[in-house]
């Protein structure tokens, strides 16, 4: 058996990390580990909700360190960003759709701006549905070169955020490798959704080595055995080979994301346990 798989920790906190997939836990020969990693909001959403003041601490206490999303639940951006100043989280992105006229998306960066955002995304930079075709990337990347320079102009850097279909072939290549290869690199980025590479058919560390320089940001979110979403060290992705990447390529955000989670503080309980246990 690999070395990398003797070793199963089994002292971790908290009944959510107790749904850990022991294969993962320290499973690199590496001594490097992740300085940092924050959580996108929506995977607590009902929590936010309720006492979004109160989930943050909690995420704080688990070792998150960076917020994507989350300042809709307070009052004014002075509070956001001084209760996140207090508690020690640092906001880090924003989002919006490109279809938006360009007068108002100046009015979100302006937003951005104010809530301590240096990184602005869109989640969906397509004007049609799937499957994509060349037409839609072509209108696509031109488009977001656009707004990659609107949002230059007001101190943002702009990504957009890729899923599945971005892998899946077209009439010329792939939608992901047209997008990448068709904007200014001084405008537009990626935040890498590591599972939906995957889903797609894609080798997330390769797509990681292919466009180096490309990708600040990491969608770190896993897959499990049927496909489905899972919260990262619970399934099937091997993170280890892709943080190592990430790490030689000076990637500093990880972003835990699981879609649809039912138990949201349980999944950044046990996602902060694994992350922190990594070894890579």
Request: glycine letters at 10%; hydrophobic letters at 35%; one cysteine or more.
């Given at each position: 058996m690999n070395t990398r798989r003797n070793f199963i920790k089994t002292s971790i906190a908290g009944a959510g990390a107790m749904a850990l997939n022991p294969l993962n836990m320290l499973a690199s020969e590496g001594s490097a580990k992740l300085k940092k990693f924050g959580f996108i909001s929506g995977i607590a959403g009902e929590a936010m909700k309720a006492d979004w003041k109160g989930t943050l601490k909690?995420?704080?206490?688990?070792?998150?360190?960076?917020?994507?999303?989350?300042?809709?639940?307070?009052?004014?951006?002075?509070?956001?960003?001084?209760?996140?100043?207090?508690?020690?989280?640092?906001?880090?992105?924003?989002?919006?759709?490109?279809?938006?006229?360009?007068?108002?998306?100046?009015?979100?960066?302006?937003?951005?701006?104010?809530?301590?955002?240096?990184?602005?995304?869109?989640?969906?930079?397509?004007?049609?549905?799937?499957?994509?075709?060349?037409?839609?990337?072509?209108?696509?990347?031109?488009?977001?070169?656009?707004?990659?320079a609107l949002a230059k102009n007001h101190g943002l850097k702009f990504l957009w955020h890729n899923h599945d279909n971005e892998f899946r072939e077209m009439e010329e290549g792939l939608p992901f490798d047209y997008l990448m290869e068709n904007t200014d690199p001084k405008l537009v980025n990626c935040e890498m959704d590591i599972y939906w590479v995957k889903k797609g058919g894609g080798d997330p560390l390769g797509v990681l080595k292919k466009y180096t320089g490309r990708v600040p940001i990491l969608h770190v979110k896993d897959m499990a055995p049927d496909e489905d979403f899972i919260c990262p060290g619970r399934g099937i992705i091997d993170f280890g080979p892709i943080f190592k990447e990430a790490k030689k390529q000076g990637i500093e955000h990880y972003i835990v994301e699981r879609d649809n989670e039912p138990d949201g503080l349980g999944c950044l309980q046990s996602s902060a346990e694994f992350l922190k246990n990594l070894r890579f």
């Amino acid at each position: 058996m690999n070395t990398r798989r003797n070793f199963i920790k089994t002292s971790i906190a908290g009944a959510g990390a107790m749904a850990l997939n022991p294969l993962n836990m320290l499973a690199s020969e590496g001594s490097a580990k992740l300085k940092k990693f924050g959580f996108i909001s929506g995977i607590a959403g009902e929590a936010m909700k309720a006492d979004w003041k109160g989930t943050l601490k909690k995420a704080v206490e688990f070792g998150f360190s960076e917020l994507e999303g989350g300042t809709n639940f307070a009052s004014s951006p002075q509070e956001f960003v001084s209760f996140c100043k207090e508690i020690g989280i640092q906001p880090i992105a924003g989002s919006v759709s490109f279809r938006s006229s360009n007068e108002e998306l100046k009015k979100s960066f302006d937003k951005i701006k104010a809530h301590g955002q240096e990184y602005v995304l869109d989640y969906w930079p397509w004007y049609g549905d799937v499957p994509f075709s060349f037409e839609d990337c072509k209108k696509s990347a031109e488009r977001l070169n656009e707004v990659g320079a609107l949002a230059k102009n007001h101190g943002l850097k702009f990504l957009w955020h890729n899923h599945d279909n971005e892998f899946r072939e077209m009439e010329e290549g792939l939608p992901f490798d047209y997008l990448m290869e068709n904007t200014d690199p001084k405008l537009v980025n990626c935040e890498m959704d590591i599972y939906w590479v995957k889903k797609g058919g894609g080798d997330p560390l390769g797509v990681l080595k292919k466009y180096t320089g490309r990708v600040p940001i990491l969608h770190v979110k896993d897959m499990a055995p049927d496909e489905d979403f899972i919260c990262p060290g619970r399934g099937i992705i091997d993170f280890g080979p892709i943080f190592k990447e990430a790490k030689k390529q000076g990637i500093e955000h990880y972003i835990v994301e699981r879609d649809n989670e039912p138990d949201g503080l349980g999944c950044l309980q046990s996602s902060a346990e694994f992350l922190k246990n990594l070894r890579f």
